[in-house]
């Protein structure tokens, strides 16, 4: 049996997926061999069905809303046999209030109706089951951590309510925990010490010290072609691709929008970062830009982002859209609704600047050679590609078009192939596979810990071995015919 330094601080490594959402439940098999290969104790927080409406039952389209939830998640379970504890969530707990429980869940009740503003979100939304499925999910981890000595969480998301609940209970229990989440790109693992899916604390470290550095020929050249299939749309592994490649040239935008925008504002939902201490909203973000840059709103305009016009779990965008419709017909901007054909390349070719919140057409609008503002918290806000304005008064200190170019790279190589961990070793076949390799280093994970970062020395430098035969679960089989619990 081999053994790391760390291992006698971790010496029981506690696995909490719950809901089987691709790709996962490979993920969490991966995890769950790694750390038993290098010695750790291995249990398994799960959940074994309740009537309470928890997340899933309500976000997810397919199905009765209910039983049927519950045994899908029970069919994602591993799919083969382990030695390691299975740990039942008590819902017995779920009356068992938890201080400071209602914003612990404001992002799903938010997340559920695909909320914009404050008054889309209400305790009504989601009910009582995502309160039941959060106290359920901090009672049961606080016993399982206590019961089976579990003093290291590798966890799922770490948002939604079940699996929110257990980060708290980590906490609160003075456990160690890293959320996992699939990564931008694809390969390797998104994981992220004593934070959850939405934590930037390491992220903003990591891309400042990335983009302080110089990188090789061969990362900047993996990640230029990363940004040319964004830019060309010839495909990438990113989750979602919103817009094919379109055949709108620029005399044709002009002839559907009429004179070029000066300011090309492309929003993103705010609604799974609800309860985040940026801007009250975004619209009073643009108000504040609007008078700083001195232009007029007729030289403004918004582009409904195309995901608003596309079911995500139960909701589709609308009311984002409306907000956005409205504002603008009071400011006198114009508005592109998120069903038109008219493409964002051509809106971003066109115009002189671009304004995000936090979206990642930064990456295309930079390459255009076009200056960005954030009026959000990103992932790219410390590496040096444009001013991100958190509140009035903030200086608006833009990059040269050489800078911006040469730090979007630097960005994307980061995001690439420095924030996830096990990049070999864990290859994307698609948007939602990955081949796993057999090589992979469980003291990546406690190094990252120990050292409280992503980038401590030796990551990711594992030598890779043999590709590694699984079984899928009955989920991922019928996932070809449903894509059942995906998204």
Request: proline share 4%.
């Amino acid at each position: 049996m081999t053994t790391i330094a760390g291992t006698e601080r971790y010496r029981h490594v506690g696995v909490v997926q719950i809901y089987p959402w691709r790709p996962h439940t490979f993920q969490r098999d991966y995890l769950l061999t790694l750390a038993n290969d290098y010695g750790a104790e291995t249990s398994e927080l799960v959940c074994n069905g309740s009537l309470a409406k928890c997340y899933d039952k309500q976000y997810q389209t397919v199905g009765l809303g209910s039983v049927d939830h519950c045994v899908k998640c029970r069919l994602g379970r591993s799919a083969t046999t382990r030695s390691h504890r299975q740990f039942a969530i008590d819902w017995s707990t779920k009356d068992m209030p938890v201080q400071g429980e209602e914003r612990a869940i404001i992002s799903n009740r938010a997340a559920l109706v695909r909320a914009e503003v404050a008054d889309d979100v209400g305790p009504e939304i989601g009910g009582r089951g995502l309160l039941h499925a959060y106290r359920a999910g901090y009672h049961s981890a606080a016993r399982w951590i206590e019961s089976c000595g579990v003093d290291l969480v590798l966890l799922f998301n770490g948002r939604v309510d079940i699996l929110k609940g257990v980060v708290d209970a980590a906490v609160d229990c003075g456990v160690d925990f890293m959320s996992y989440e699939r990564s931008w790109f694809g390969d390797g693992l998104m994981m992220l010490p004593r934070e959850n899916c939405l934590g930037l604390r390491h992220i903003h470290d990591m891309c400042r010290t990335v983009g302080q550095s110089e990188l090789s020929e061969g990362d900047r050249a993996r990640a230029e072609r990363i940004i040319a299939g964004r830019v060309d749309r010839t495909g990438s592994n990113e989750w979602r691709d919103f817009q094919k490649r379109g055949a709108e040239n620029y005399t044709d935008l002009i002839g559907q929008i009429g004179k070029a925008p000066k300011v090309l504002v492309l929003p993103s939902s705010n609604y799974e970062i609800w309860g985040h201490d940026d801007w009250a909203d975004n619209f009073e973000a643009i108000d504040y830009l609007q008078s700083a840059l001195g232009i007029s709103f007729e030289d403004f305009l918004v582009r409904g982002h195309p995901i608003w016009a596309q079911r995500v779990g139960v909701s589709f965008g609308n009311k984002a859209d409306a907000h956005y419709r409205h504002y603008c017909a009071r400011r006198g901007i114009r508005y592109v609704d998120p069903t038109s054909s008219i493409h964002t390349s051509a809106l971003i070719e066109a115009c002189d600047l671009v304004v995000l919140n936090a979206g990642s057409s930064v990456m295309e609008a930079i390459w255009r050679g076009k200056p960005v503002i954030s009026l959000a918290a990103s992932t790219y806000q410390t590496v040096g590609v444009c001013p991100t304005l958190l509140g009035p008064g903030q200086p608006i200190d833009i990059p040269d078009d050489a800078t911006r170019r040469r730090q979007i790279v630097k960005f994307i190589h980061a995001m690439d192939r420095v924030a996830p961990t096990f990049v070999n070793h864990l290859k994307a076949i698609s948007s939602g596979e990955q081949q796993a390799f057999a090589g992979g280093d469980f003291g990546d994970i406690v190094r990252q810990l120990e050292l409280d970062t992503l980038m401590p020395p030796g990551k990711n430098e594992a030598p890779v071995g043999a590709p590694i035969e699984r079984r899928p679960t009955l989920v991922e089989k019928t996932r070809g015919l449903l894509k059942y619990g995906d998204r």
